[in-house]
């Protein structure tokens, strides 16, 4: 079975400021994606950014880059130059393809003016 | 692009009564499409997995005769939820994967259901 753990509940930061929400996972597959989606208040899930596992390169988009350590299990997700619209819950989510996702339980994330 | 809509967003029934919740492709062909469950303040539980012209495929502790899924064309899966009891309360939230970009998938805004 496949799991997901965000250890994170909740974290609060300042506006502009850089913060880092971690995630490890467990597999027993060589091939899957991992994901990390955003619900704000309105609950619709938006994909925030993916990563290939059987690529070594990060995955960057814009404010948001992920550290893939894949021996570790481990794909923390940074924000940089956080907005006030970030705020919301984020999860961490494995599997990818026609297999559905196994999420963790999620991060709070506020961001203070 | 790859717009995932889901009506009715929000539904009250009464103990007993059947509702049936849709969830569309708008702008893009879906092979297979999935069914999440969220309750309050928790993350999302993959319920079932729906493949057009086939059965679904459920997870284990997911009743299959009382969440009755039918994915009868490729932009169109259905959750139908029988004989509903209030403990199915909750905030039911599809997805749909692209037949060109198979890996990711994108979410409905998701239906709440209360039961009385």
């Known amino acids: 079975a496949q799991t997901v753990t965000q250890s994170q509940p909740e974290m609060s930061v300042q506006e502009a400021e850089t913060v880092t929400l971690s995630c490890t996972y467990d597999?027993?597959?060589?091939?899957?994606?991992l994901f990390w989606y955003k619900q704000p208040p309105s609950r619709q899930m938006i994909l925030v950014i993916r990563?290939?596992?059987?690529?070594?390169q990060n995955a960057t988009e814009n404010r948001f880059s992920v550290n893939f350590q894949k021996a570790a299990k481990s794909f923390s997700l940074k924000i940089s130059d956080s907005q006030l619209g970030d705020t919301a819950m984020y999860f961490c989510a494995l599997g990818g393809g026609a297999d559905g996702l196994t999420f963790g339980k999620g991060t709070h994330l506020i961001i203070q003016p | 692009g790859a717009v995932v809509s889901q009506h009715p967003s929000w539904v009250i029934c009464k103990s007993g009564t059947s509702v049936k919740i849709e969830c569309r492709s708008l702008d893009f062909q879906a092979t297979t499409m999935f069914w999440y469950r969220q309750f309050p303040k928790q993350s999302l539980m993959l319920m079932a997995t729906?493949?057009?012209?086939?059965?679904?495929?459920?997870e284990q502790g997911v009743e299959k005769d009382k969440f009755l899924i039918n994915h009868a064309s490729l932009t169109l899966s259905t959750l139908t939820v029988t004989s509903a009891h209030p403990e199915d309360s909750s905030f039911y939230i599809c997805?749909?994967?692209?037949?060109?970009?198979?890996?990711?998938?994108?979410f409905g805004p998701g239906t709440r259901l209360t039961v009385l």
């Open positions: 990563q290939e596992a059987y690529k070594q």
């Open positions: 997805s749909a994967l692209p037949g060109t970009r198979g890996d990711t998938q994108y």
């Open positions: 597999t027993s597959e060589n091939n899957y994606y």
């Open positions: 729906s493949n057009e012209g086939s059965k679904a495929t459920y």
